[in-house]
Nanobody, 115 residues
Framework: QVQLVESGGGLVQPGGSLRLSCAASGSIFSIDTMGWYRQPPGKQRELVATITSGGITNYGDSVKGRFAISRDNAKNTVYLQMNSLKPEDTAVYCC?????????WGQGTQVTVSS
């Protein structure tokens, strides 16, 4: 069983930065891809970024060049550094582990970008 706990969300002004963390407990394997997805108000969930245990990353088009995902395999933790935040980045951000097609999800953390 895998449990994911996110932290670091909050209210930030446009142009600001936030860093999200997600700590995973339980059995974490090198085959697991960790990542972040978000669900803006009234919209469907979308990819933010993913990272393999080997450090291969993938980003959603809307965050490329502004967000950076990283992973500490020893701590079973994944991070999301968010810079140059925009109001359209407002969403619930959820941590994810994908293990051979099976998904585990965290509860999510709210990020609000507003002046």
């Amino acid at each position: 069983q895998v449990q994911l706990v996110e932290s670091g969300g909050g209210l930030v002004q446009p142009g600001g930065s936030l860093r999200l963390s997600c700590a995973a407990s339980g059995s974490i394997f090198s085959i697991d891809t960790m990542g972040w997805y978000r669900q803006p108000p009234g919209k469907q969930r979308e990819l933010v970024a993913t990272i393999t245990s080997g450090g291969i990353t993938n980003y959603g088009d809307s965050v490329k060049g502004r967000f950076a995902i990283s992973r500490d395999n020893a701590k079973n933790t994944v991070y999301l550094q968010m810079n140059s935040l925009k109001p359209e980045d407002t969403a619930v951000y959820c941590c994810n582990i994908n293990r051979l097609g099976h998904n585990y999800w965290g509860q999510g953390t709210q990020v609000t970008v507003s002046s």
